[in-house]
């Protein structure tokens, strides 16, 4: 994965779409797979989702934050995923339940 969202797959991964020639407000910081779908979730570190092959669950985009996003993880069922901050702040969606945040 590259800033500005170019997925790259080598081996036996599969390509499910890329954002490289997608203009994007903010760079890409993070990416996570969709075990359900074998498709994955890019992350920018305004917040900003994007769905490769895998179900849109929300995102920050649009939302001001505090500190820019650093991460994305999925759940162990795949059916959500959390965003981290660089501040510490957690945001959860779909089954992501909210466990704390170190901010």
């Known amino acids: 994965m590259a ?9 036996d991964a599969v390509f499910h779409g890329s954002l490289g020639a997608t203009p994007l407000d903010e760079p890409v ?12 979730w890019l992350v920018a570190s305004d917040g900003g989702v994007f769905a490769l092959d895998a179900p849109y669950l929300g995102s ?13 993880s999925a759940t162990p069922s795949s059916l959500g995923y959390r965003l981290v901050a660089a501040d510490g702040g957690v945001f959860d969606f779909g089954d992501a339940q909210f466990l704390g945040a170190a901010t």
């Not at 920050?60 to 994305?72: N, Y």
């Open 3 to 11: 800033a500005d969202g170019g997925v790259f797959s080598y081996g």
């Open 60 to 72: 920050m985009g649009g939302v001001h934050l505090d500190a820019p996003i650093t991460g994305i």
């Open 29 to 40: 910081v993070g990416i996570t797979a969709d075990d359900v779908s074998g498709g994955y």
